[in-house]
C-alpha cells in the first residue's frame, strides 16, 4: 500500500524542547517537502529536499532543521529557537527532482506547545 | 510575488447543486496548477493536476479548468453530495518549482 506516513499524530512539546516530526514514503519519489498549516492561512514551505543529503530553506525555516539521509525519509526537528511552533504539520513528496509534478501528501502531526 | 486567492472563503449549497469554485492568481508565469481536499484534521488529497499548456482536466463529478492569461482556474463540482464537504485548496507550481497555497474554500454541502 503506497503512500506518506507521518508520526505521531498529535504531538505535545513543553516551551525549551526539541521535537521531531517523522515522514516516510513508499513512492520512490525524490523531492519531499515540509509545509506548516494554521488556522485561517495557507500552507507554507519549510524546507524541502530534491535529492538525499541536500536541502533546501523555504519561506519559514527559522527554528527548523531537517535531514534527508535516506530516500524514503525526511525527519523534520522543531527547535526551541522556533517562537510559535504550535500548528499542523503536513508532509509531501513528488516524483522527479524538479519537483515540477503531483505533490502527494500524509495524513499530518499536529504539534501543541504546552 | 506570487499570491493565490480563492473565492468565497465558505460556501454552503444544498445537495445536488453544480457549483464552482474560483481560484485565482498573480502571475502567469506557473507551471502547472493543481486542486487538493482537505478534511478536517487530516492531510491533503490531490484531486486535478493541470499543466500550463492544458485548458482542463476532469475526473468523475469534477472539472477544473485553466486560463493563464488571466490568471485564473474554476473547480466545478457536479450535482453536489455531502460527502462532497470539505475544504478545497488550489495552489500554483511557481517556475522555482515551489508551491503557492490560495487559503481554500469551505463547502458545506446540506442534505
Known amino acids: 500500500d503506497g503512500g506518506i506516513t507521518q508520526s505521531p499524530k498529535y504531538l505535545f512539546r513543553k516551551e525549551g524542547q526539541n521535537v521531531t516530526l517523522s515522514c516516510e514514503q513508499n513512492l520512490n519519489h525524490d523531492a519531499m517537502y515540509w509545509y506548516r498549516q494554521d488556522p485561517g492561512q495557507g500552507l507554507r514551505l519549510i524546507y524541502y529536499?530534491?535529492?538525499?543529503?541536500?536541502?533546501q530553506k523555504g519561506d519559514i525555516a527559522e527554528g527548523y532543521s531537517v535531514s534527508r539521509e535516506k530516500k524514503e525519509s525526511f525527519p523534520l526537528t522543531v527547535t526551541s529557537a522556533q517562537k510559535n511552533p504550535t500548528a499542523f504539520y503536513l508532509c509531501?513528496?513528488?516524483?522527479?527532482?524538479?519537483?515540477?509534478?503531483?505533490?502527494?501528501f500524509g495524513p499530518g502531526t499536529r504539534l501543541t506547545v504546552l | 510575488k506570487q499570491e493565490v486567492t480563492q473565492i468565497p472563503a465558505a460556501l454552503s449549497v444544498p445537495e445536488g447543486e453544480n457549483l464552482v469554485l474560483n481560484c485565482s492568481f498573480t502571475d502567469s508565469a506557473i507551471y502547472n496548477l493543481q486542486w487538493f481536499r482537505q478534511d478536517p484534521g487530516k492531510g491533503l488529497t490531490s484531486l486535478l493536476l493541470i499543466q500550463s499548456s492544458q485548458r482542463e482536466q476532469t475526473s468523475g463529478r469534477l472539472n477544473a479548468s485553466l486560463d493563464k492569461s488571466s490568471g485564473r482556474s474554476t473547480l466545478y463540482i457536479a450535482a453536489s453530495q455531502p460527502g462532497d464537504s470539505a475544504t478545497y485548496l488550489c495552489?500554483?507550481?511557481?517556475?522555482?518549482?515551489?508551491?503557492?497555497f490560495g487559503q481554500g474554500t469551505t463547502l458545506q454541502v446540506k442534505p
Open positions: 495552489a500554483v507550481k511557481s517556475n522555482t518549482g515551489k508551491l503557492i
Open positions: 509531501a513528496s513528488s516524483q522527479g527532482r524538479a519537483g515540477y509534478n503531483e505533490q502527494f
Open positions: 529536499s530534491q535529492i538525499v543529503n541536500d536541502f
